[in-house]
């Protein structure tokens, strides 16, 4: 079974911290990606990486950064948080492109909440 | 204009029901169709995966797309209260890296 693992279920920050996601899968997919999930919006893609170093931007960029070092890991950065980036994040990985089998599969995510 | 519109509900039945999800596409190059379950709190997981027109089976789930009509269904049979989750569809095309998913309608089973 493909495991995508989040660093927190639950984090409280202030305004103006600078905040770090961190998502982890185990079954060598090319693909990973971070969403913010919030009530009504529905998922979001805030960025993605299709391998390591390489990371393109979804619809919502602004306020975030991303790293990807590793293959198996990728990073959010929320470089200086505000109360508007309260959310649910969640991230995702799938096998890549041109596969017929690629899905994606989700981390338990994590509540942040800026206070 | 969206390119996944999925009604978010919230959508009431009693056990035992048949329930429909359903969502309208726009962009005909999508080929692969999902659904996910999503608890209360927790991260989508996948429930069914579907290639082109037709219907697949899994159990008390059947997903159904009509690429004709860009319409992708998911029916759920004898539904019971652990069924209670929000259910997302999404979709994408042959080429290219991202996934389109719907809000998602939000599902109670009434015992």
């Known amino acids: 079974d493909v495991k995508v693992t989040q660093s927190s279920r639950y984090l409280v920050k202030r305004t103006g911290e600078k905040v770090f996601l961190e998502c982890v899968q185990d079954?060598?997919?090319?693909?990973m990606f971070w969403y913010r999930q919030d009530p009504g919006l529905g998922l979001r893609l805030i960025y993605f990486?299709?391998?390591?170093?390489?990371?393109e931007k979804g619809d919502i960029p602004e306020g975030y950064s991303v790293s990807r070092e590793k293959k198996e890991r990728f990073s959010l950065i929320l470089e200086s948080a505000s109360t508007n980036q309260t959310s649910m994040y969640l991230c995702?990985?799938?096998?890549?492109?041109?596969?017929?089998?690629?899905?994606?599969?989700f981390g338990p995510g994590t509540r942040l909440t800026v206070l | 204009q969206k390119e996944v519109e999925q009604d978010p509900g919230p959508l009431s039945v009693p056990e035992g029901a048949i329930v429909s999800l359903n969502c309208t596409y726009s962009n005909s190059a999508f080929q692969y169709f999902m659904w996910y379950r999503q608890y209360s709190r927790k991260g989508p997981e996948l429930l069914m995966y579907t290639y082109s027109s037709g219907n697949k089976e899994d159990g008390r789930f059947t997903a159904q797309v009509d690429k004709s009509s860009k319409y992708i269904s998911l029916f759920i049979r004898d539904s019971q209260p652990s069924d209670s989750a929000t259910y997302l569809c999404a979709m994408r095309a042959n080429t290219g890296n991202q996934f389109y998913f719907g809000t998602g309608t939000s599902l109670t089973v009434i015992p």
């Open positions: 079954m060598d997919h090319e693909n």
């Open positions: 995702a990985s799938s096998l890549g492109a041109g596969t017929s089998e690629d899905t994606q599969y």
């Open positions: 990486s299709y391998d390591v170093k390489m990371k």
